[in-house]
């Protein structure tokens, strides 16, 4: 079992910036790939970045490239997303999750990942 817990989410004004971190229970967290999703009140969860466990490569939803970046640090067993250039659009409750397939790329669909934390919430000002 793998517990995922966020933070970092808050109230900031379009144009800004937060970064959210998501702490992951288990060591053998290094091998399973790490993403972020978000849902937004009535819409569905969607995909926002994720990183793969052993290529290391990095894909990132069309809405937040350019603007978002994701990182992980295996030894804090972590994963980041740094959000620069906020829009009110990309106010939602943001998920961490892991999947533990060891799949080649990454999972894009919510139902490719394993464990999830409880979300954390981010709310852009215009």
């Known amino acids: 079992q793998v517990r995922l817990v966020e933070s970092g989410g808050g109230l900031v004004q379009a144009g800004g910036s937060l970064r959210l971190s998501c702490a992951a229970s288990?060591?053998?967290?290094?091998?399973?790939?790490m993403g972020w999703f978000r849902q937004a009140p009535g819409k569905e969860r969607e995909f926002v970045a994720a990183?793969?466990?052993?290529?290391?490569?990095?894909y990132y939803a069309d809405s937040v490239k350019g603007r978002f970046t994701i990182s992980r640090v295996n030894v804090k067993n972590s994963v980041y997303l740094q959000m620069n250039s906020l829009k009110p659009e990309d106010t939602a409750v943001y998920y961490c999750a892991a999947d533990s397939s060891l799949r080649v790329g990454v999972g894009e669909r919510p139902d490719e990942y394993d464990y999830w934390g409880q979300g954390t919430q981010v709310t852009v000002s215009s």
């Open positions: 990183i793969n466990s052993r290529s290391g490569n990095i």
């Open positions: 288990r060591r053998t967290y290094s091998s399973f790939g």
